[in-house]
């Protein structure tokens, strides 16, 4: 049985509006850092959303994974942040009982410095022994861990190198890949490879989970070239080409366990749009069913 899941946005406007939604959900999805507090002295301390997150989960009794972004699987140092991380996700994993733990591929810590977003890395031997290390380090919290396909506006090499990549990292037990469709929707289009050629390569037998969002293209007073790219914003109705990957992959991914529809805190400015997000999440039990899963 494939379950649909509702990632938990982070702001109190948005909670309200899409309320309804993620309790029609059968899981919900949670970023833990956006729950804590990054303080000076290096601790991570429960804020605001941890509480209401916590209470939500208990009160609708929706089972819970978590997905990161920052725990920089694809670099090596920083100990003391790492060790902080291990030790805030080991208490919340008691306390929402995660059922699984993945985070981005790419680096979001280099030399010393904290990046926003996961940054590229190369897609050779190194990082795929740092992948895995990081991956063992996450299984110490939670057993079944895992990585996502990133978004990222520059590449280290050819990105239809990536798929195997992940199938080298992912190759042992319980390490799993979150396949996000719009990431790779956006990266076809960025980087100028056919998506059905990287699905080809992937170690679909590895996906645990599917996520589906939607974006926009940047504006194009960006660039003095007056080019677009596409962004993977979560802000905006998900895309008939990701509808169309996720009716391809559903039947191929043997192990999935869930899809989850993600959409950016702040983007849901009305009932209209709640109501939009509420039909996505039909439409994504209608995929699942016409798949026989």
């Known amino acids: ?98 059922a699984w733990w993945t985070d981005h591929l790419g680096a979001t810590t280099l030399g010393g410095e ?9 897609y050779d031997a190194r990082t795929t022994t740092t992948l895995r290390a990081r991956l063992e380090l996450m299984s110490r919290v939670v057993p079944d861990v895992g990585v996502e396909n990133s978004v990222v506006y520059f590449v280290l090499g050819d990105p239809l190198d990536e798929p195997r990549l992940l199938a080298s990292a992912l190759d042992a ?28 390569r992937a170690p679909l037998d590895r996906v645990i989970e599917l996520h589906v969002s ?17 962004l993977d914003g979560h802000d905006d109705a998900v895309p008939e080409p990701v509808w169309t990957l996720l009716d391809e992959v559903l039947p191929r991914c043997a192990h999935l366990r869930g899809v989850t529809l993600e959409r950016m805190e702040g983007t849901v400015p009305d009932a209209a749009t709640a109501r939009a997000l509420d039909e996505e999440l039909t439409r994504i039990r209608g995929a699942i069913a016409r798949a026989g899963r």
């Open 1 to 98: 049985m494939i379950g649909v899941g509702f990632a938990l946005p982070p702001d109190d406007e948005t909670l309200a509006r899409v309320a309804r939604i993620a309790r029609r959900a059968d899981y919900l999805e949670i970023t833990p850092e956006t729950t804590w507090i990054d303080r000076e002295d290096g601790a991570l301390v429960p804020n605001g959303f941890h509480a209401r997150f916590l209470a939500a989960v208990r009160a609708w009794d929706k089972p819970v994974v978590a997905h990161g972004v920052g725990f920089s699987t694809c670099s090596e140092g920083d100990e003391a942040r790492t060790r902080a991380w291990l030790e805030r996700m080991r208490e919340d994993a008691a306390l929402f009982g995660y």
């Open 114 to 122: 904290v990046t926003a977003l996961p940054m590229p890395m190369p």
């Open 173 to 200: 037990p319980r390490r799993h890949l979150l396949l996000d469709l719009h990431n790779l929707h956006t990266m076809s289009l960025l980087h100028g490879f056919d998506p059905h050629a990287w699905l080809a």
């Open 214 to 230: 939607g974006g926009r293209e940047s504006d194009p007073r960006w660039l003095p070239s007056g080019r677009t790219m596409r």
